[in-house]
């Protein structure tokens, strides 16, 4: 029994040691305020850098700086798409031109696939359509890619489609448990890449999302 408690407690210390936490930021930030999530252990930031109403987010090249500044080791950044604006590939060009204008550069760029019937169309055809668009936009630019979706946003926007399988997922479920031990199959993903496991948080002086990876 106690090497069974020795393995248990072992396995769960490696657990523990390969999973990390990042934070999605969707205002404007300063080096303190990123640098207080630093010390508190997140080794990820996530800024939103294209907005719905259709243009890049004045605030992500200067929160990729900051990051950088407060020492992230993973800057990562999303886009927010406006279906209504049209010329997905055009969407993300302009995105990358803007923060690169500065200089700036991220890691990865998730795609934001949320707001049935809001943010997208009520034709799922012309959705997936869409989508694609984005995913050209993305190779045309050299971007290393990622979707943001859940199961509830993913089926009345795409359908039972897998068309972005090939990709990593960032899935939310707000149950405040960094792990993925509520994951269940959708889209063709079977396993996840992060979670989006709490939302509208304040702390370290901003409004915030928490994230799990491994």
Known sequence: MKVLSVLLFLSLTLSVAFA?????????????????????GYTRAIFRCYQSIGRPDPNCPHNIYNARDAGFSIIDGYIFPCFSCGNPAGQIQSMVKY?????????????????P??????SQTANRNFFNGLIDGCKS????????????????????????????????????????????????????????????DNECGLGVDKNYFK
């Open 141 to 200: 630019q050299g971007l290393k890619i990622g979707i943001y979706t859940s199961a509830s946003q993913w089926g009345p926007i795409m359908g039972n489609w897998d068309g972005g399988k090939a990709y990593p997922l960032w899935y939310a479920h707000y149950d405040n448990n960094p792990s993925f031990s509520d994951f269940s199959p959708f889209g063709g993903w079977s396993t996840p890449y992060m979670k989006q496991f709490s939302g509208n």
């Open 117 to 122: 019937g809001v943010y997208w169309s009520e």
């Open 20 to 40: 990390a936490l990042g934070v999605d930021i969707s205002s404007g930030s300063t080096i303190p305020d990123l640098q207080c999530f630093k010390n508190k």
């Open 99 to 115: 923060y690169k204008s500065f200089n700036a550069n991220i890691h990865t760029i998730w795609i934001d696939v949320e707001g």
